[in-house]
């Protein structure tokens, strides 16, 4: 196995995790902005919320910064980008 296939996987991966943390935070976040009158109770909630955007930020930078860069490669061979 190439090291490209194991960054393609690995970084493949990392992305897949990042977006569903990042979706699964976002509910989170929506649904203790939706309770109201409980505010202390979720004081120590809203720390740790804000500790795992800080990960998932780090997982989704990671997970770019490992995955092959194939866009340049499509740009380089006279190919249209897509998007």
Known sequence: MSSRS???RVGA?????GTELAIDQRELEERMA???GRETAFSSAHGAVAL???V???VL???WRIHPRTF???AE???APIG
């Not at 991966?13 to 995790?17: D, F, G, H, K, N």
Request: a positive charge; zero cysteines; aromatic letters at 8%.
């Open 34 to 36: 939706a309770a109201t």
């Open 56 to 58: 998932d930020s780090a």
């Open 77 to 79: 061979r006279g190919t």
């Open 61 to 63: 930078w990671l997970a």
């Open 6 to 8: 194991i960054r393609a």
């Open 72 to 74: 340049a490669l499509t």
């Open 13 to 17: 991966a990392l992305l897949r995790t």
């Open 52 to 54: 795992a955007r800080w």
